[in-house]
């Protein structure tokens, strides 16, 4: 594929023709609109735009002056040199800045950029005529690569691979340890993991953090969306030197790196993924355990891990392990050193994408507190209390219950209230379930207002401190005796989503009064006790909606 040959070339993976452009002060050169500074070998050229350059599908960063990695064309209508209709534009190179702003001009949105090794100017091409008799790419790539076979031909989506939605965070090695021939080899696998990724707005997004004696935030989750972008970041980037500080550079990945105004995604996985060349030179546990509990997806791949005799020098021999989200041979990977890698490409894209398999990500089915309010009453029966029960098994079992997970808990009430067992008493599905399937029909009156205002002190109260989203499903099969709106109200003041289920004889009007906004995918109700299990779905992807809306 055209894109990704020309993103392999601006990173030394592919040696191609050497043709480049602007071979001297005042060649003029046709180019296309994606041509970038960076690909003008020469400080001067004329080069002219083509007519077919879509303003909003140009990368530009800065303003007046831009940085190399800009299209030149859509610097030149950004500047007002040319319009979309193309023509010749003179071209200067010009030294690195620390900053380069952002401006709306000539229907052209550039970014900011916090630096850039070098830049480029462009303005009026007064009195040139072009004569060109054949087109160069912005590559200068060989026939063979301009006219992918059938073989190759497979269009990639611009937005991204689809399947794989997940903001990723890669913290590569910078120190001394790892030195600059090594450090070159790993940007250059870096940009093949991007790539094989098929980065884009809707699939997968990645930024880069360096690790050395004090950590850099190279470029964020939004600076650069298409692959060929970040791979001429990628090439861009220097290197740092110092020591090995993976701990501090994790801690800073965690606290700083994941946020909206730098791109995060709501409701989808973070990951980082630690590259190590040897071994830290300082502690990594306690800024793992800090990743864990936000949510974040750790893997951990150390390159040239240390020998038997190396090992009395390591500060912690168990550093990977406390790394990884899980130590459960998912989250960790090894390869013996940077040379011949193209074959650990694959089966580390393959782990970013496993969405599943990313247990520590702060989701829906583990980051919720449900409880369950059940009526008992007389009315019910216990063949049906069973049947209530299986549903919200049903439901229950969905979600990812743990410590640090999900919690489930069940309340029983008539007149009465029970606590049959509340968020802290199980910490695993299994037990959770038995305990449902546990639970007895107690039998007597229906007053489901008390019973709400004692859920709310009893059971969500004594965990109102912890991150996780609180939900009460409420289950009655009749009217109360007592208000309902008013407590059902005072319980989402206090923050929990009430679902409302009603069977037979449960008036609507309860319902609605009970659940929380909008109240029609918050209201649920059958005839028949048989008919609980159409909705168990519809809680659960319910739950899901509200988890990642409050986000």
């Given at each position: 594929?055209?894109?990704?040959?020309?993103?392999?070339?601006?990173?030394?993976?592919l040696?191609?023709?050497?043709?480049?452009?602007?071979?001297?002060?005042?060649?003029?050169?046709?180019?296309?609109?994606?041509?970038?500074?960076?690909?003008?070998?020469?400080?001067?050229?004329?080069?002219?735009c083509?007519?077919s350059c879509?303003?909003?599908?140009l990368?530009?960063?800065?303003?007046?002056?831009y940085a190399?990695l800009?299209?030149?064309c859509?610097?030149a209508?950004?500047?007002?040199?040319?319009d979309?209709?193309g023509?010749?534009?003179?071209?200067?190179?010009?030294?690195?800045?620390?900053?380069?702003?952002?401006?709306d001009?000539?229907?052209?949105?550039?970014?900011?950029?916090?630096?850039?090794?070098?830049?480029f100017s462009?303005?009026?091409?007064v009195?040139?005529?072009?004569?060109?008799?054949?087109?160069?790419?912005?590559?200068?790539?060989?026939?063979?690569?301009?006219?992918?076979?059938?073989?190759?031909?497979?269009k990639?989506?611009p937005?991204?691979?689809?399947?794989?939605?997940?903001?990723?965070?890669?913290v590569?090695?910078?120190?001394?340890?790892?030195?600059?021939r090594?450090?070159i080899?790993?940007?250059?696998?870096?940009?093949k993991?991007?790539?094989m990724l098929?980065i884009?707005?809707?699939?997968?997004?990645?930024?880069?953090v360096q690790?050395?004696?004090?950590?850099?935030?190279e470029?964020?989750?939004?600076s650069?969306?298409?692959?060929?972008?970040?791979?001429?970041?990628?090439?861009?980037?220097g290197?740092?030197?110092g020591?090995?500080?993976?701990g501090?550079a994790l801690?800073?990945?965690?606290?700083?790196f994941?946020?909206?105004?730098?791109?995060?995604?709501?409701g989808?996985?973070?990951?980082?993924m630690v590259f190590v060349d040897?071994?830290?030179?300082d502690?990594?546990?306690?800024?793992?355990?800090?990743?864990?509990?936000s949510?974040?997806?750790?893997?951990?791949?150390?390159?040239?891990r240390?020998?038997?005799?190396?090992?009395?020098?390591?500060?912690?021999?168990?550093f990977v392990?406390?790394?990884?989200?899980?130590?459960?041979?998912?989250?960790?990977y090894?390869m013996?050193?940077?040379?011949?890698?193209t074959?650990?490409?694959?089966?580390l894209a393959?782990?970013?994408?496993?969405?599943d398999?990313?247990?520590?990500?702060?989701?829906?089915?583990?980051?919720?507190?449900?409880?369950?309010l059940?009526?008992?009453?007389?009315?019910?029966g216990?063949?049906?209390f069973?049947?209530v029960?299986?549903?919200?098994?049903?439901?229950?079992s969905?979600?990812?219950?743990?410590?640090?997970?999900?919690?489930i808990?069940?309340i029983?009430?008539?007149?009465?209230?029970?606590?049959?067992f509340?968020f802290?008493?199980?910490?695993?599905?299994?037990?959770v379930?038995?305990?449902?399937?546990?639970?007895?029909?107690?039998s007597?009156?229906?007053?489901?207002g008390?019973?709400?205002t004692?859920s709310v002190?009893?059971?969500?109260?004594?965990?109102?401190?912890?991150?996780?989203?609180?939900?009460?499903?409420v289950?009655?099969d009749?009217?109360?005796?007592?208000?309902?709106?008013?407590?059902?109200?005072a319980?989402?003041?206090?923050?929990?989503?009430?679902?409302?289920?009603?069977i037979?004889?449960?008036?609507?009007d309860?319902?609605?009064a009970?659940?929380?906004e909008?109240?029609?995918?918050?209201?649920?109700?059958?005839?028949?006790?048989t008919?609980?299990q159409q909705?168990?779905?519809?809680?659960?992807k319910?739950i899901?909606r509200?988890?990642?809306?409050s986000?």
């Amino acid at each position: 594929m055209l894109i990704q040959l020309t993103a392999l070339h601006a990173l030394g993976i592919l040696s191609l023709a050497s043709n480049a452009l602007g071979a001297e002060a005042g060649v003029r050169v046709l180019v296309n609109c994606t041509t970038r500074g960076a690909d003008l070998v020469q400080r001067t050229a004329t080069v002219l735009c083509p007519d077919s350059c879509v303003p909003w599908q140009l990368s530009v960063f800065g303003t007046a002056v831009y940085a190399s990695l800009s299209s030149v064309c859509g610097a030149a209508v950004h500047r007002g040199v040319i319009d979309v209709s193309g023509g010749p534009v003179r071209f200067q190179k010009r030294p690195g800045r620390e900053n380069y702003l952002s401006s709306d001009a000539h229907g052209v949105r550039s970014q900011s950029l916090s630096r850039w090794s070098a830049s480029f100017s462009v303005s009026k091409a007064v009195g040139q005529t072009m004569e060109v008799s054949g087109q160069l790419g912005a590559t200068a790539l060989p026939e063979a690569a301009k006219k992918p076979s059938k073989k190759n031909s497979k269009k990639v989506s611009p937005n991204g691979n689809k399947d794989c939605q997940v903001d990723i965070a890669f913290v590569l090695d910078g120190s001394y340890n790892i030195g600059q021939r090594r450090f070159i080899l790993q940007k250059n696998f870096i940009g093949k993991l991007a790539l094989m990724l098929r980065i884009g707005p809707e699939g997968p997004l990645f930024g880069i953090v360096q690790a050395s004696e004090n950590p850099k935030t190279e470029f964020h989750l939004n600076s650069f969306t298409q692959p060929k972008d970040v791979i001429f970041a990628i090439k861009e980037m220097g290197f740092r030197g110092g020591n090995t500080n993976t701990g501090k550079a994790l801690r800073h990945t965690v606290e700083t790196f994941f946020s909206s105004e730098n791109g995060m995604r709501k409701g989808l996985p973070r990951v980082i993924m630690v590259f190590v060349d040897g071994w830290p030179s300082d502690d990594i546990e306690e800024a793992a355990t800090l990743a864990r509990e936000s949510g974040i997806n750790v893997f951990f791949v150390s390159v040239a891990r240390p020998t038997p005799e190396e090992l009395g020098v390591v500060q912690d021999q168990a550093f990977v392990q406390k790394a990884v989200c899980r130590d459960n041979g998912f989250f960790s990977y090894s390869m013996p050193s940077w040379f011949s890698t193209t074959k650990y490409v694959k089966p580390l894209a393959q782990k970013l994408c496993s969405v599943d398999q990313l247990l520590c990500s702060k989701t829906c089915y583990n980051s919720v507190n449900i409880g369950f309010l059940l009526d008992g009453s007389s009315s019910v029966g216990d063949n049906n209390f069973r049947l209530v029960l299986e549903f919200i098994a049903s439901i229950a079992s969905a979600f990812e219950v743990s410590d640090t997970g999900a919690r489930i808990g069940v309340i029983q009430f008539t007149y009465d209230q029970k606590m049959e067992f509340g968020f802290s008493d199980h910490s695993n599905k299994d037990d959770v379930l038995a305990a449902i399937r546990a639970v007895r029909y107690m039998s007597g009156g229906t007053a489901t207002g008390d019973a709400i205002t004692f859920s709310v002190s009893s059971l969500y109260n004594p965990h109102k401190s912890g991150a996780s989203k609180n939900f009460l499903v409420v289950i009655t099969d009749g009217q109360s005796y007592d208000d309902v709106a008013g407590p059902a109200l005072a319980a989402q003041k206090e923050g929990i989503t009430v679902y409302s289920v009603g069977i037979a004889w449960a008036p609507m009007d309860d319902l609605k009064a009970m659940a929380s906004e909008p109240k029609d995918s918050h209201t649920f109700f059958t005839r028949e006790f048989t008919g609980l299990q159409q909705f168990e779905q519809p809680i659960i992807k319910g739950i899901c909606r509200d988890f990642m809306e409050s986000n």
